[in-house]
């Protein structure tokens, strides 16, 4: 017998995604995922000043608006022809780096944590909702004490941002042509031991408690692998250093390899609620959906990305699979243990790059928009690959798009009805006891969806619509 | 005495009262809606008191997406579960009227998909006191930006009643943790016209400015990173009245205009269409 399950709100992200399985003999055999928030960014950037788009579009995400900040940045550096200075790169970077810090440390023990470590009687961090709880009662302990020192690392991550970028989030140093602050001895000093501090707290801690948290779920080594196409836009990858970068701009498709070429990006509109002539657009056009609820086959207003007719899989493990630094497995507990690790590798980078740092001041210039231009900004962050892309006309914005991470993961299924990567990764788990099913959100949780971040799209010129399909 | 003495005096103030009994800890509710959840991400922020303090000995927080362990219709039942209990309701985010609310879903309860409008008006009605936590909540903020295509609107535009307004991109989280502090132990703090605590909201950023002496002396900035008084490159601080100059953001480190920018009118109501553009030379 086909038993439908149904979970809503999938707390412990950002924002509101439903999922929904059919389970068949303790199997999933079907899944949806369904962004249920809609706020219409890329409908109210149009006629804006070109400049504004960088702190207007912070604002879709509260956990990780630097990394808008950045592409938005990238963006109109590439429409404006201006380049940045290494040192201003380098500052750059590091701000991205205490954001990527921040998200990490939050995900891991805030989010992700009391999926697998039975929290204290504190609300609302206690439930009784699941009976699957493993870890021996001291190991347990322990590592929920983990979770409350952790709210302090978190925040002295978001304080690094904010000593070079004013505050966070929605942080205001990282701007056209560089950043905008003028760097001394003292600050470089003060986000120097953050560093440290930070980097303390990873090794001593955090590698150990996802390792044990690891060995003691191993089954999720066997759950939520989807289809092992990964994707990178690249991270601290502008320099020839070593000691300082990550990833290139990359992609994994079928066990082969390759360099990423941007213009290979889609997205398919079939099954979410938008409506539009054509049902794959393209980012670089104007893409002018509108919306329509009762829309055949529709769930979600995530789109379905694509590069090269392939949906690929974005983030942590996505990014160290590319670097040549994991192999372990594609797995549940294989991304859980990429944030980790990766959280570790960047704050790595991070020490380099402040070593690198000099006491220059701001590049910054008086900018001139052109009255016709294009740019595109495509940068990895936390959950994996965001790209901006801008265009120009008459010195306002004509038309602005963006691709989130949580766009690649959790999309719905495709034109040709193919599973999105998070769907895939639910289906052909075996759900333990059905009467609580803890599996689908640890293996959600484990993609860190974000969807104040992924449900940003579109107009609404067709009105009114009726509802009842949903009700 | 400095804004950040008095409101984590009174902090201790209503911890104390809640120790010795004199207050009942209150149940809280904290819903994210149509925004980017980062108001609660600045909660999270706060220092001494730091999240653990504030959920174990000032408030008893029963419903929150982004901390809450439970998920599904279990999650949500704590939501209504509170709704008999005497309890405080924090929104974050605008209210999505567009299609009666559903282009924002924020749970599914036994079949039903529940809306932020119905999940607010039920909360709003029963709440002891309504926090709006941001400037979306507060006024629509970015989330209502024109051409507003999901309808957002403030919360005090859908429910009748008194709305606390803590508005700021994202709302420091002294002023949620000070105006929580003071509603638990001393009830409503004293508002202005629009509902602000004036502990937090009585001046404009220009009156405290760390770069007032060079808009008295006429000295002023052509382009960020330079010393000199920002009006001119459009900076928002004589008409936002916030204490952000002198309490300052992430652990009292720095502020947008330490950072050689403009204040772009974060916590005002016209937020961010009458405050663009955000620079200009």
Redesign the interface.
């Known amino acids: 017998m086909r038993k439908t399950i149904r979970i809503d709100p999938i707390t412990r992200i950002s924002g509101f995604l439903e999922t929904k399985v059919e389970v068949e003999k303790n199997t999933i055999v079907n899944a949806e995922t369904s962004g249920l928030l809609f706020r219409g960014f890329e409908k109210m950037l149009k006629s804006r000043q070109p400049l504004d788009a960088i702190y207007f579009t912070e604002r879709i995400c509260g956990i990780c608006s630097a990394a808008h900040a950045l592409a938005s940045t990238a963006a109109l550096e590439n429409a404006l022809k201006v380049e940045v200075s290494i040192n201003d790169l380098y500052v750059r970077d590091l701000m991205h780096g205490f954001e990527l810090m921040q998200n990490h440390l939050r995900h891991f023990y805030n989010l992700t944590i009391p999926s697998y470590v039975k929290m204290p009687d504190i609300k609302p961090l206690y439930s009784e909702q699941y009976s699957d709880y493993r870890l021996p009662e001291e190991i347990n302990k322990k590592i929920s004490e983990h979770y409350i020192t952790s709210i302090q690392h978190s925040r002295l991550a978001h304080e690094g941002l904010a000593v070079l970028g004013g505050k966070a989030p929605h942080a205001h140093g990282i701007f056209v042509g560089g950043v905008t602050v003028n760097m001394d001895a003292y600050k470089l000093s003060k986000v120097r031991a953050i560093i440290y501090i930070l980097k303390q707290f990873i090794n001593d801690y955090m590698i150990e408690d996802v390792y044990t948290i690891s060995k003691y779920y191993s089954d999720y080594f066997e759950k939520g692998k989807a289809y092992g196409n990964f994707m990178s836009y690249g991270l601290f990858d502008k320099y020839p250093d070593p000691e300082i970068t990550y990833v290139k701009p990359s992609v994994l498709i079928n066990g082969k390899k390759s360099s990423l070429d941007g213009n290979k990006i889609t997205e398919n509109i079939l099954h979410t609620w938008y409506v539009n002539n054509k049902e794959t657009e393209k980012p670089t056009e104007d893409t002018e959906d509108s919306i329509n609820l009762s829309k055949e086959g529709a769930y979600s207003f995530i789109k379905s990305p694509h590069y090269d007719g392939y949906s690929m899989e974005v983030g942590p493990l996505a990014r160290l699979i590319l670097a040549g630094e994991y192999t372990r497995g594609i797995s549940c507990m294989d991304r859980n243990i990429a944030r980790v690790l990766e959280t570790k590798k960047i704050i790595g980078i991070m020490e380099n790059l402040s070593n690198r740092i000099q006491l220059v001041s701001t590049n910054q210039k008086i900018y001139d928009i052109p009255d016709q231009a294009f740019g595109v900004g495509l940068v990895d962050t936390t959950r994996g690959a965001l790209g901006h892309w801008v265009k120009i006309e008459n010195k306002l914005i004509k038309y602005y798009n963006i691709i989130t991470p949580t766009v690649w993961n959790m999309s719905p299924k495709d034109g040709a009805g193919k599973s999105g990567v998070g769907e895939k990764s639910l289906i052909g788990t075996k759900i333990n006891n059905i009467k609580e099913p803890v599996e689908v959100g640890r293996i959600i949780r484990s993609f860190d969806p974000c969807i104040s971040c992924a449900t940003h799209l579109v107009s609404d010129e067709h009105e009114p619509i009726d509802i009842q399909v949903l009700i | 005495m400095t804004k950040e003495i008095t409101s984590k005096s009174l902090l201790q103030e209503a911890i104390g009262l809640i120790k010795n009994r004199q207050v009942k800890k209150l149940n809280a509710i904290w819903l994210?809606v149509?925004?980017?959840?980062?108001?609660?991400?600045?909660f999270?922020?706060?220092?001494n008191p730091?999240?653990?303090y504030i959920?174990?000995e000032l408030v008893?927080?029963?419903?929150?997406?982004?901390?809450?362990?439970?998920?599904?219709e279990?999650?949500?039942k704590?939501f209504l579960d509170t709704l008999n209990t005497e309890f405080i309701l924090l929104v974050d985010g605008a209210v999505?009227t567009?299609?009666?609310g559903?282009?924002?879903?924020?749970?599914?309860y036994e079949g039903?998909?529940i809306t932020a409008l119905e999940a607010i008006k039920m909360a709003g009605e029963k709440a002891k006191y309504v926090v709006a936590v941001g400037t979306c909540a507060s006024y629509g903020?970015?989330?209502a930006?024109?051409?507003?295509?999901?309808g957002?609107k403030s919360v005090d535009k859908v429910i009748n009643r008194e709305v606390i307004k803590l508005p700021g991109?994202?709302c420091h989280p002294d002023w949620v943790v000070g105006t929580l502090a003071h509603l638990v132990s001393f009830g409503k703090p004293e508002l202005d016209n629009e509902g602000r605590p004036l502990l937090f909201y009585g001046v404009t950023i220009h009156d405290t400015c760390t770069r007032r002496g060079y808009f008295d002396k006429g000295i002023f900035a052509?382009?960020?990173?330079?010393e000199g008084c920002m009006f001119k490159l459009g900076c928002r601080g004589p008409v936002t009245k916030t204490d952000c100059p002198r309490r300052q953001?992430?652990?009292y480190?720095?502020?947008?205009?330490?950072?050689?920018?403009?204040c772009?009118g974060?916590a005002q109501p016209r937020f961010?269409d009458g405050m663009?553009?955000?620079?200009r030379?």
Not at chain 2, 63 to 71: D, F, H, K, R
Not at chain 2, 276 to 279: A, G, Q, T
């Open positions: 994210e149509t925004g980017c959840s980062g108001n609660i991400i600045s999270l922020n706060s220092e730091g999240l653990d959920l174990t008893n927080l029963t419903y929150n997406n982004t901390l809450m362990t439970s998920e599904g279990f999650a949500f704590e999505s567009k299609e009666n559903f282009y924002n879903i924020i749970a599914n039903r998909p903020g970015v989330s930006a024109k051409p507003n295509p999901s957002s991109c994202p052509k382009k960020f990173g330079e953001w992430n652990g480190v720095n502020w947008p205009i330490g950072a050689n920018t403009n772009i974060c961010p663009e553009p955000f620079v030379y």
